[in-house]
């Protein structure tokens, strides 16, 4: 694994036991985790050696950066994951009440609708290292012995403390997409039984969530989800009119932000918003990036470029749904 996909997102602060007198909080906090960075290296470095190349199918936020006030919409789904802090920072506190905390959870929902970020955001919450598992990449690669890499991650994930292993595109696990269908739902099972061997087999207090994300429900194995697994379920669902304003204006102020002045004009929302409708969160954000992108080949151009205004989000819409036709036939097959 490069060190890139092991590097720190920003500086931020992360919740950890303070540190010796002789030094500050910051000084602690960021020795502390840098000697945990170098340690996952090492670690990760030694799987290599026995897997192979992991660079682009396994990487590892020490300190991610993502927090829940950076996703719009979708208030239900991060009551519900933010929920799971408490599980990481002081799982103690589950056992005077007599249970124990919940291992995992199953984020479903159409693509680009902020699964990944709501994981994100749970780990950045709860000062947690991130491990995020590409599963398509990793089954791609590994085919059914992906389950024992996953076994290894979450071997290390525990050593480690305080983390939250995503495993992205859980429908991966049916491994339908390398093979014909008896040997895939030979080979899947085998493998999703040595996962849910490791799940079951993670200690109750063990300070970690397994966080997995579909859009395809039908393809999960059910004993995944089963009792002390991936028992909670939450939904993203598509973004409503509220959503996608607020989508656009988190999108908006990062743009602003970055570039450190205005770039877009007042928009008018009630034009704007219903031909956005059945767009993802990720969708409406790419919209406003490429009106910006109009804006930079205006200037490139010399010509005055302005302010993003509602009739350039419109054409940027109109165009957006257009290539979004030609992509779904590509992906079917029909233009093959």
Same mark, same amino acid.
């Given at each position: 694994?490069r060190?890139a996909?092991?590097?720190?997102?920003?500086?931020?602060?992360?919740?950890?036991?303070?540190?010796?007198?002789?030094?500050?909080?910051d000084?602690?906090?960021?020795?502390?985790?840098?000697?945990?960075q170098?340690?996952?290296?090492?670690?990760? /470095?030694? +799987?290599? *050696? &026995?897997?192979?190349? @992991?660079?682009?199918?396994?990487?590892?936020? !020490?300190?991610?950066? %993502?927090?829940?006030?950076?996703?719009?919409?979708?208030?239900?789904?991060?009551?519900?994951i933010?929920?799971?802090?408490?599980?990481?920072?002081?799982?103690?506190?589950?056992?005077q009440w007599?249970?124990?905390?919940?291992?995992?959870?199953?984020?479903?929902g159409?693509p680009?609708?902020?699964?990944?970020?709501?994981a994100?955001?749970l780990?950045?919450?709860a000062?947690?290292?991130?491990?995020?598992?590409?599963?398509m990449?990793?089954?791609?690669?590994f085919?059914?012995?992906?389950?024992?890499?996953?076994?290894?991650?979450?071997?290390?994930?525990?050593?480690?403390?305080?983390?939250?292993?995503?495993?992205?595109?859980?429908?991966?696990?049916?491994?339908?997409?390398?093979?014909?269908?008896?040997?895939?739902?030979?080979?899947?099972?085998?493998?999703? /039984?040595? +996962?849910? *061997? &490791?799940?079951d087999? @993670?200690?109750?207090?063990?300070?970690?969530v !397994?966080?997995?994300? %579909?859009?395809?429900?039908?393809?999960?194995?059910p004993?995944?989800?089963?009792?002390g697994?991936?028992?909670?379920?939450?939904?993203?669902?598509?973004?409503?009119?509220?959503?996608?304003?607020?989508?656009l204006?988190?999108?908006r102020?990062q743009?602003?932000?970055?570039?450190?002045?205005?770039?877009?004009?007042?928009?008018d929302?009630?034009?704007?918003?219903?031909?956005?409708?059945?767009?993802s969160?990720?969708?409406?954000?790419?919209?406003?990036?490429?009106?910006?992108?109009a804006?930079?080949h205006?200037a490139?151009?010399?010509r005055?470029?302005?302010l993003?205004?509602?009739?350039?989000l419109?054409?940027?819409?109109d165009?957006y749904?257009?290539?979004?036709?030609?992509?779904?036939?590509?992906?079917?097959?029909?233009?093959?």
């Amino acid at each position: 694994m490069r060190p890139a996909d092991l590097a720190f997102e920003k500086k931020t602060h992360v919740p950890d036991p303070a540190r010796s007198s002789g030094e500050s909080p910051d000084q602690g906090l960021e020795g502390q985790q840098w000697a945990i960075q170098r340690r996952i290296e090492d670690v990760f /470095a030694k +799987l290599g *050696e &026995k897997f192979g190349d @992991l660079t682009g199918r396994v990487e590892v936020k !020490v300190r991610p950066v %993502t927090s829940f006030s950076h996703i719009g919409g979708l208030p239900e789904a991060k009551l519900a994951i933010r929920g799971f802090v408490t599980a990481l920072t002081d799982p103690e506190l589950y056992k005077q009440w007599g249970i124990t905390p919940p291992k995992g959870v199953l984020i479903y929902g159409p693509p680009g609708t902020g699964k990944s970020l709501l994981a994100r955001a749970l780990a950045t919450e709860a000062g947690a290292i991130f491990y995020h598992l590409k599963l398509m990449n990793l089954t791609s690669k590994f085919g059914p012995n992906t389950g024992e890499v996953i076994q290894e991650i979450l071997g290390v994930a525990k050593e480690q403390g305080r983390g939250v292993v995503f495993l992205d595109e859980a429908d991966a696990l049916s491994l339908e997409h390398l093979l014909p269908g008896g040997q895939a739902r030979e080979a899947s099972a085998r493998l999703v /039984a040595a +996962l849910c *061997e &490791k799940l079951d087999g @993670l200690e109750p207090f063990s300070r970690l969530v !397994v966080v997995a994300a %579909t859009n395809r429900t039908d393809s999960v194995d059910p004993s995944l989800v089963g009792p002390g697994r991936l028992d909670r379920l939450v939904e993203v669902a598509l973004p409503d009119g509220p959503a996608q304003q607020e989508i656009l204006e988190l999108t908006r102020a990062q743009a602003e932000g970055a570039a450190g002045r205005r770039l877009v004009a007042e928009l008018d929302y009630g034009s704007v918003l219903p031909p956005m409708g059945g767009m993802s969160g990720a969708e409406i954000a790419e919209v406003l990036r490429r009106a910006l992108e109009a804006k930079v080949h205006a200037a490139g151009q010399g010509r005055d470029p302005g302010l993003v205004t509602t009739q350039d989000l419109l054409q940027q819409i109109d165009a957006y749904r257009r290539i979004r036709a030609v992509v779904e036939k590509i992906r079917y097959g029909q233009y093959l």
